[in-house]
T-cell receptor
Framework: GNSVTQMEGPVTLSEEAFLTINCTYT??????LFWYVQYPGEGLQLLLK?????DKGSNKGFEATYRKETTSFHLEKGSVQVSDSAVYFC???????????FGSGTQLTVLP | NAGVMQNPRHLVRRRGQEARLRCSPM?????VYWYRQLPEEGLKFMVY????????ESGMPKERFSAEFPKEGPSILRIQQVVRGDSAAYFC??????????FGPGTRLTVL
């Protein structure tokens, strides 16, 4: 079956530090890949997505590249801010099945 | 354009009572999904519906849980005879056909 493995948290960084959150997946074929962000007490917001190999999704300074050879979709940001503190979820959709398969989430805390 | 709306945001029930969770998708979205987030875990798919049809309920518990998306009105997730293990955040998402899903703020169910 499909699965998503995320780097375990929590992750604590200082403001302006470089961020990487690792995500790898297991799926047959060519899934679409997503990063969602969840701020405290809120629902999930779509951060970025990529639908085919070598695509790069980007939004609000965050980037992730769909790497089929390593089955990875790592999230990066060059300079984090306190407001980026949240839980980040990697997810995939495979083929005609419409349900998202989520990783377990990574808690990010950015300190001023 | 209002986002996905869920109500109530918080729901407290005693063991054995019924819980009804409502979800109004974004305007123009005909696909609705329900996910459950247990404490300290990622989201797990429960059910995927289109108007008047259940498309995929592979993630729904076999007993006590049901979902509908009528021709008029919101989608309803119904949990009968709730137990403490049902305590979780329940998220609804919607999408226009085969595109990224947009999530509501969630309903946090507490079973006493």
């Amino acid at each position: 079956g499909n699965s998503v493995t995320q780097m375990e948290g929590p992750v604590t960084l200082s403001e302006e530090a470089f961020l990487t959150i690792n995500c790898t997946y297991t799926a047959t074929g060519y899934p679409s890949l997503f990063w969602y962000v969840q701020y405290p007490g809120e629902g999930l917001q779509l951060l970025l997505k990529a639908t085919k190999a070598d695509d790069k999704g980007s939004n609000k300074g965050f980037e992730a590249t769909y790497r089929k050879e390593t089955t990875s979709f790592h999230l990066e940001k060059g300079s984090v801010q306190v407001s980026d503190s949240a839980v980040y979820f990697c997810a995939l959709i495979r083929g005609s099945a419409r349900q998202l398969t989520f990783g377990s989430g990574t808690q990010l805390t950015v300190l001023p | 354009n209002a986002g996905v709306m869920q109500n109530p945001r918080h729901l407290v029930r005693r063991r054995g009572q019924e819980a009804r969770l409502r979800c109004s998708p974004m305007k123009g979205h005909s696909h609705v999904y329900w996910y459950r987030q247990l404490p300290e875990e990622g989201l797990k798919f429960m059910v995927y519906l289109q108007k008047e049809n259940i498309i995929d309920e592979s993630g729904m518990p076999k007993e006590r849980f049901s979902a509908e998306f009528p021709k008029e009105g919101p989608s309803i997730l119904r949990i009968q005879q709730v137990v403490r293990g049902d305590s979780a955040a329940y998220f609804c998402a919607s999408s226009p056909r085969e595109e990224a899903q947009f999530f509501g703020p969630g309903t946090r169910l507490t079973v006493l």
